[in-house]
């Protein structure tokens, strides 16, 4: 006689799942019983379903000896390791002496500053220049113009003449503007000019021993060589200079008020002399010759 066949079986009391038939075999952990093609042979589950995503990792590249790749420089051949390494050897030693020359540039005065002070100046000076005074306590408040009129002989009964003020500051700020590389003497020949001339003169204008000597020559020779750049076609007997400055004005949302009216400091009248051209390349100094006979 048959068995009762009134309730289910154990086989049919175990659980089952969509797309797998059986406990995998003793012993396998791969998944393999798990995997959706084992669903297409039993019908009573339906249709196979859709394979299940897997991971993928892809294993370092290997040389035929089983060492990875080297990168970077060690990856390169011998000669150029070497040449590499003397490459960044020369740039991080030159970084090193460039940080302790601008170091002992802007230290206070040391034992180091007193016995090589002369070398450091060399390295700073003009490219690496450090202006301190755009910093406390001692922010720049004024803008300062060099400017500069001359006169010129004249050409039989015409007389000499007389130029208009030119300033020597604007050409240099037109210069400089939309510039990405502006040259170091526009932005500071004539600014430290006439910083050395003033440190070095008097309120009369009178020179205060060989610096203020040394520093009128310079100046000199700069408005010069600005004059003949200007080209008005006569020779320049004689020239002024002075400096208009006026103070930065108070910005929009303050309510200070500062006077931004020119204060003027003329010089007296210079007449020109060879030394004033001695050394610029002017055309000017036979004529000035011709003139001192």
Known sequence: MDADHGGPTEDEKKPSW??????????????????????AADPAHGPATAALPTDTVTAPAQMSDGRRPAGGIASLSLPYQIVAALALSVVGLWSCAHIAMVFLHVAPSNTLTKQHGQAVDRWVYPEFEQNWKLFAPNPLQQN??????????????????????????????????????????????????????????????????????????????????????????????????????????????????????????????????????????????????????
């Open 18 to 39: 969509p797309g797998v038939t059986s406990p995998p075999p003793e012993g396998r952990t791969d998944g393999a019983a798990l995997r959706p093609e084992s669903a």
């Open 144 to 293: 300062i113009s060099v400017q500069v009129r001359a006169e010129l002989a004249g050409n039989g009964a015409d007389g000499s003449r007389i130029t208009r003020w030119i300033d020597l500051s604007r050409d240099d700020g037109e210069a400089i503007r939309g510039n990405p590389l502006p040259s170091h003497v526009e932005q500071n020949e004539l600014r430290r000019a006439w910083d050395f001339f003033n440190g070095s003169h008097d309120s009369e204008n009178r020179a205060n021993g060989l610096r203020g000597e040394l520093s009128e020559r310079y100046i000199r020779r700069i408005v010069m060589l600005r004059l003949d750049g200007h080209g008005y076609g006569g020779m320049v007997e004689r020239f002024q200079v002075r400096s208009a400055s006026r103070s930065v004005g108070a910005p929009p949302w303050s309510d200070e008020k500062i006077s931004t009216t020119a204060e003027y400091r003329v010089l007296p009248w210079w007449t020109v002399t060879e030394s004033d051209l001695s050394g610029t390349g002017l055309d000017q100094a036979s004529a000035v010759r011709k003139a001192e006979r």
